[in-house]
């Protein structure tokens, strides 16, 4: 009856009876329990982590959301400016042609008024001249001579 079998479950029994009474059960039910609130800590960490990323990531999409409605405000802006500087060059272009015309069409009238005087005082120069030949032949003496003087003295002060 006491064969090797017996001495083992007796020695198996006794070293249970051993752990039990130094409270191993207790030592390792709390380092399982400790290990436990550790892995429920780093999970509840990793949650903590993962909607903090999330809630990064939502900031993110909104500065990117943002951003994109500012890039496109910006272009619009550029567009309308561009568009306003393309009108404003235009209607300078507009009025230095206008401005340009009125120089012209000043001195086209400056030289027609010119030229009409440049003729008028030819004309009457030729009449001066042809009046006084007239003159001479039919008025002869210091009479004669006296009235041509004064007859174009009156043309020249009538035609200037």
């Known amino acids: 009856m006491l064969n090797e079998e017996t001495f083992v479950a007796f020695g198996f029994i006794l070293f249970v009876g051993l752990l039990a009474y130094l409270g191993v059960h207790k030592k390792l039910n709390a380092a399982l329990d400790h290990r436990a609130d550790r892995i429920k800590a780093e999970l509840a960490e990793a949650e903590r982590l993962r909607a903090e990323a999330e809630a990064v990531l939502a900031s993110f999409g909104k500065r990117l959301a943002d951003a994109e409605a500012e890039a496109a405000a910006v272009v619009a802006q550029a567009h309308a400016e561009a568009d306003r500087l393309a009108k404003e060059a235009a ?28 003729v008028r005082a030819a004309a009457a120069d030729a009449a ?28 020249k002060g009538l035609f200037h």
């Open 128 to 155: 001066t001249r042809a009046a006084g030949l007239v003159l001479k032949d039919q008025a002869k003496g210091p009479f004669g001579e006296q009235l041509i003087q004064k007859g174009i003295a009156d043309l």
């Open 91 to 118: 209607d300078r272009l507009q009025e230095f042609i206008q401005r340009r015309t009125r120089q012209a069409q000043d001195k086209i009238a400056t030289a027609e008024s010119q030229a009409t005087a440049e």
